[in-house]
Structure formats: structure tokens, C-alpha cells
T-cell receptor, first 115, second 115 residues
Framework: DTGVSQDPRHKITKRGQNVTFRCDPISEHNRLYWYRQTLGQGPEFLTY????????KSRLLSDRFSAERPKGSFSTLEIQRTEQGDSAMYLCASSFSSPRTDTQYFGPGTRLTVL | AQTVTQSQPEMSVQEAETVTLSCTYD???????LFWYKQPPSRQMILVIRQEAYKQQNATENRFSVNFQKAAKSFSLKISDSQLGDAAMYFCAYKPIGGADGLTFGKGTHLIIQP
């Protein structure tokens, strides 16, 4: 299966701890997106990369959130000093961007529970 | 800012019948993409169908078709011959062409298939 993969699938942590999630995009895709989805809502865009460049990060929820995509391959999303309000599903998506197409394919998500 | 509105929190249809899910959006852009994604319970987001705003012809994928009304900013999804496997949350999403932005999603419609 060459779809988008995310690890871990579930993470339980205590308030104040740091957590890091990993996303591996579809191999030929040059764009990678992170979203957050809370219960009963549609996904909310957080940030995205084109290759290794982070082109939009103003939508990250606070300065406790950061993302990297070293070498333009996999990406990590880190949340520092987690809060109970950070409990959500974190989704990664990738796409191959060309002038007339930018269809995003999603991974299974990482479900974060902050106790 | 772009917004996407799905006015039907829940819809129910008999197996083998046809159902239409509504979506409206607000944007000042003239060129953009629209998508319908399906999210089965505890499973990942799957692309159902996409539409480019510059195309007047409505997109079709097997039993799924859209009614795209650009002037009205409306993008409804029709599912024909509904099957039990169609039961899921359906999200309408918007993305401008170009620019540094992710998808903007509606809140979703929960589709129930009655056997």
C-alpha cells in the first residue's frame, strides 16, 4: 500500500508533556498538509509544505505547535506542553501540485488524548 | 475568508434509493476546486469526487455525481443506488487554485443508509 501513513495511530499523554507525530506522504507527492479534526467538526487546516519549504504556518493554533519536513520527505508535527484542549484527531494529507490539480489524499490520522 | 456550509447535519436514505447532500460556499475567488470527501466511522478520509470551477460540466464518478452551480455557489452531491457501504460522514471542501492554503471544510453530513 503506497498511501499516506501516520504514526502513531493513537497517543495518550498527560497535560504538559510534549508529543510528536509523523506523517509519510505518497512518495511522488510534493505537498504535505496537516489538519486538526475535533469531534463533530470538519478538519481544520494547520500548515503545509511544498517540498521542504513550509509555505503557510500562520494557521498553527499557537506557538506550542510546530512542524518540520526535513529533506522534503516525511513530516513531523510537534505539540509542546500539551493541554486538554489539544485532544483531537491530527490528519496528514499529501498531493502532487501541478497547475490544474491539487487533490489531497489523507492518512488515517493520529488520535491524541490529553489527560 | 472562505466558508463552506453544509446545512444538513444528518440524512437518511433507503438502500438502493437516491440521496442529495447540499453544500454552499462563499468565496471571492474565480478559480478554485471543490471536493466531496467521505469519512466512514473510525476510518480515514476518502476522496469521492472533485470539480474544477472553470469546468461547466458536472463531475461524475460511477454512482456519485455533483450539481455545481457557480453563480449560486452551490455544490451538491447526488448518490444514486445507495449502498450500505455509503454510510459515513460526508464533507464538502473548497480550495482556491494557487495561494498558500489548505482545504476549507464544512461541518459534514452524517449519511445513514436504511436496509
Amino acid at each position: 500500500d503506497t498511501g499516506v501513513s501516520q504514526d502513531p495511530r493513537h497517543k495518550i499523554t498527560k497535560r504538559g508533556q510534549n508529543v510528536t507525530f509523523r506523517c509519510d506522504p505518497i512518495s511522488e507527492h510534493n505537498r504535505l498538509y496537516w489538519y486538526r479534526q475535533t469531534l463533530g467538526q470538519g478538519p481544520e487546516f494547520l500548515t503545509y509544505f511544498q517540498n521542504e519549504a513550509q509555505l503557510e504556518k500562520s494557521r498553527l493554533l499557537s506557538d506550542r505547535f510546530s512542524a518540520e519536513r526535513p529533506k522534503g520527505s516525511f513530516s513531523t508535527l510537534e505539540i509542546q506542553r500539551t493541554e486538554q484542549g489539544d485532544s483531537a484527531m491530527y490528519l496528514c494529507a499529501s498531493s502532487f501540485s501541478s497547475p490544474r490539480t491539487d487533490t489531497q489524499y489523507f492518512g488515517p490520522g493520529t488520535r491524541l488524548t490529553v489527560l | 475568508a472562505q466558508t463552506v456550509t453544509q446545512s444538513q447535519p444528518e440524512m437518511s436514505v433507503q438502500e438502493a434509493e437516491t440521496v442529495t447532500l447540499s453544500c454552499t460556499y462563499d468565496t471571492s475567488e474565480s478559480d478554485y476546486y471543490l471536493f466531496w470527501y467521505k469519512q466512514p466511522p473510525s476510518r480515514q478520509m476518502i476522496l469521492v469526487i472533485r470539480q474544477e470551477a472553470y469546468k461547466q460540466q458536472n463531475a461524475t464518478e460511477n454512482r456519485f455525481s455533483v450539481n455545481f452551480q457557480k453563480a449560486a455557489k452551490s455544490f451538491s452531491l447526488k448518490i444514486s443506488d445507495s449502498q450500505l457501504g455509503d454510510a459515513a460522514m460526508y464533507f464538502c471542501a473548497y480550495k482556491p487554485i494557487g495561494g498558500a492554503d489548505g482545504l476549507t471544510f464544512g461541518k459534514g453530513t452524517h449519511l445513514i443508509i436504511q436496509p
